[in-house]
């Protein structure tokens, strides 16, 4: 056991895997080249030796993801519930173990919602029931700063520039990017996140921050967002009708199409600052 200030920490592995692989395809020439391909592996999730799920994954990260997982599905409170997370890629396995076990784990995670996230996410079914109960702290976030975000996700060095086919996901405060998480499903990156800020010392708290993803603003997108305390999400795609909805329950400031100099703000316009003379400002062309 790892102690971070008076917090008792998970031990976790550290089972890196490779995000790509290579192999040859033919182009519209008809010429066989090399290319990459992003990885995708299964990895089935045990908690106190009962199987409870298997996630796709790259397997960046898969001891963060694990851990952001059982948080964002509200399965458990916080980190000193884990004792550790363990990974074997030989076996294509995570085992969660708890220090006091999950209460009710068989009836908390006996309805789940198949969602529309890539590789189809999933959520437990009593989850969405939580909504009402979370409240978003007041944040702010000037157009000035989100085009920052924006212009450091352009010049990230991205899986997705070499192989295509993975959704990232970032975490920022204010214009500086704290982290970013790419995987074959955009809930699997924001998990990874989730995970990650838990971990961090002390945890890391989401209302100073700003969340940033390459995919659609989902339900489940916008619900985790929340859980994390996040008030402020982006999107370079847009939002479903079911997040909106969401999104404008939560007061949560939902801003989409965010794309070089433009953007569509769709809820919780009041946390975001105007500046219409920031538009025609040059793009930065280094972090």
């Not at 102690?3 to 920490?9: E, F, Q």
């Not at 979370?134 to 450091?152: F, M």
């Not at 433009?262 to 919780?268: A, E, K, T």
């Amino acid at each position: 056991m790892s102690v971070i200030g008076l917090r008792p920490l998970p031990r976790l592995t550290q089972a890196r895997a490779p995000l790509t692989c290579e192999l040859g395809a033919l182009n519209e020439r008809g010429q066989l080249e090399s290319v990459s391909i992003p990885a995708e592996r299964a990895l089935t999730v045990y908690v106190d030796k009962r199987e409870l799920v298997t996630l796709m994954t790259l397997g960046a990260q898969p001891e963060l993801l694990v851990l952001g997982f059982l948080r964002n599905q509200g399965l458990v409170k916080g980190v000193e519930e884990i004792e550790s997370i363990s990974v074997d890629w030989e076996v294509g396995a995570a085992a969660v173990k708890t220090r006091q076990g999950i209460s009710d784990i068989e009836q908390r995670t006996a309805k789940r919602v198949v969602t529309t996230g890539c590789g189809q996410g999933s959520v437990f079914g009593d989850l969405m029931s939580q909504v009402q109960s979370l409240v978003l702290p007041d944040a702010q976030l000037s157009q000035t700063q989100l085009y920052a975000i924006v212009n450091s996700i352009r010049l990230a060095d991205t899986t997705y520039k070499s192989a295509g086919s993975v959704h990232g996901c970032a975490l920022f405060q204010g214009a500086q990017r704290l982290i970013f998480v790419e995987d074959v499903g955009r809930h699997n990156a924001i998990d990874t996140i989730a995970g990650w800020m838990w971990m961090q010392d002390p945890a890391m708290s989401g209302a100073d921050k700003v969340f940033y993803t390459t995919g659609r603003l989902t339900s489940e997108m916008v619900i985790k967002s929340a859980q994390m305390g996040i008030p402020i999400v982006v999107s370079r795609s847009g939002i479903t009708q079911m997040g909106l909805e969401i999104a404008r329950r939560l007061g949560l400031c939902a801003v989409g199409r965010a794309m070089n100099r433009r953007f569509l703000c769709y809820s919780g316009e009041k946390r975001l600052q105007f500046e219409p003379e920031s538009v025609n400002l040059p793009t930065q062309n280094s972090d």
